[in-house]
């Protein structure tokens, strides 16, 4: 009988991360607000809601856990729908402290379901986020499997993302903005670890959400930087300020890996409205 590995359904496809059931009960009211308030402040300009994340995965931890949501915008994001956005987490990270931060990320309907975004943002989407508000697009997206075609997707890019990550820490670490390291330094370790985990997801032929066992999963493959790994997940979980952290990533580890990952994978093919 063959065993199917954690998040994957019995035909080989990714299951859905997360649930809004599996939501703990301290997190419920931060959860009712966030959504109460994208609704209003959004309006008719909303076309879907999602959690992603700690949170709708059930695992996150009070006081130290962000609330990530993800709104689909009927029309292409403008300066006007980012202000409400940083206004919207601004509110509710103010009203709850069961919460360290509120991130919200925005994105139109058109660029979820467009083909250049269909093993990016399509399966982040139809995979990891939970929906909240408005219809599902989801059910436009193809179901996924792990495989080399998801990897390139979804991370093959980080060899693009590490001159913009040393330019940010050289300007942080100059101002001594310790916040602006700590932003950062969250960034990055969670982007490298989740690019280490996909560089071998195809290899281990599963999925899982969690920094720590996705670090785990990679030190099985890759022993010689299973330590390093280990590390950049620990900072995931508790940024520091510290600007040797976080060039150990950018410098050591993010280009080995960027190597790696373009050999095996592929490099993704840079779309329209990607940046840095």
């Known amino acids: 009988m063959t065993t199917v590995r954690r998040g994957l359904d019995s035909q080989g496809y990714i299951e859905r991360d997360g649930s809004l059931g599996r939501v703990q009960d301290a997190f419920r009211p931060v959860v009712a607000a966030a959504r109460d308030q994208v609704a209003d402040v959004f309006g008719k300009r909303l076309d879907s ?20 949501l993800l709104l689909v915008l009927r029309e ?13 987490s601004a509110a509710v990270d103010k009203e709850f402290a069961e919460v360290d931060g509120v991130g919200i990320l925005l994105l139109s309907r058109a660029r979820v379901l467009s083909d250049h975004e269909t093993y990016d943002h399509g399966w982040f989407l139809a995979c990891l986020c939970t929906p909240l508000l408005g219809e599902d697009l989801a059910e436009f997206l193809p179901r996924y499997r792990p495989d080399s075609r998801l990897a390139r997707g979804t991370n093959g890019d980080l060899a693009a993302l590490l001159p913009s990550w040393r330019e940010r820490l050289d300007s942080a670490a100059a ?13 990055v370790s969670r982007r490298v670890v989740r690019t280490g985990f996909t560089l071998v997801m195809p290899r281990w032929n599963g999925w899982t959400g969690e920094l720590d066992e996705m670090a785990e999963v990679f030190g099985r493959y890759c022993p010689e930087w299973a330590d390093r790994m280990r590390a950049a997940a620990a900072l995931a979980y508790e940024p520091v300020a510290d600007p040797g952290a976080v060039r150990e990533l950018t410098d050591v580890l993010g280009p080995w890996l960027a190597r790696e990952y373009t050999a095996r994978h592929g490099a993704r093919t840079p779309g329209p409205s990607d940046t840095p």
């Open 175 to 187: 101002a001594g903005d310790d916040a602006a390291l700590r932003a950062l330094c969250r960034t």
């Open 49 to 68: 809601a999602y959690l992603y994340g700690s949170v709708p995965r059930g695992t996150a931890r009070v006081h130290r856990s962000d609330l990530d």
């Open 76 to 88: 292409e994001p403008g300066d006007g729908d980012r202000a409400d956005a940083r206004a919207v």
